[in-house]
């Protein structure tokens, strides 16, 4: 992976942080809290979690991009790529426990951190991390499997139809970050509404898209400006 790649990569995943972290944060509230969107206390501390939002970002939607375009014009086979894609972003495992960890708990991401070493020893800081590969591995291999380059309308449809089948892997995810709610539970509980398939699908595309528009900008720009 050269240049070109990884640090058009690296902006866009900052870019995105700061632009999607408020949005991200009222979406997780409605949903672990089953609040509606006009509830006003899901407002609140929009740009908590910024930091950690951004080291998260700098792979999800940073090096993502720049994962599957280097390895997508290398390797024809599109399930080792998902794959490939899907233990990349497992990386931010630890972060993304701790900012939903902080977000639902309404503290400080070093409370958090102090609270789930406690609770679990350093182990914990894996906890959610199986849920969080499935999901990113079915959403990537319904993604690469039939997206279609520059047909933005019908990859908005393939995006749209990899989120709402990765729901459910979503959801598990964000109860065991919240509480470490066991699987039972979250079967019994569950709540259709606890998805959120409306505004995750609608926030999702676009922040997919937003970060791969930075991306192609940027990686276009940087190429440019190079020769």
Known sequence: MNSHELIPGLLTGVLSAVIFNPLDKII????????????????????KGSLNNIGTRLITSGLYFSVIDHYSNINPNKTEVAMLTAMVSSITNPIRLVKYHSWYHNCSSISSIKTIIKSYGFHGLAIGLIPLISRDFVFNYIYLNNKEKDDHLYNIAVVSSALVVSAPLN??????????ENMKSIITNFKF??????????????????????YNTVK?????ASN
């Open 193 to 214: 509404g606890q998805l959120g398939i409306g505004m995750t699908v609608g926030r999702s595309c676009l922040s997919f898209y937003v970060s791969q528009m930075i």
């Open 220 to 224: 276009d720009f940087y190429s440019k």
């Open 171 to 180: 959801l598990i995810k964000n109860k065991k970050y919240s509480t470490n």
């Open 28 to 47: 997780f509230s409605c949903c672990m809290e089953n609040k509606k969107i006009t509830d006003m206390s899901v407002w609140k501390n929009l740009f």
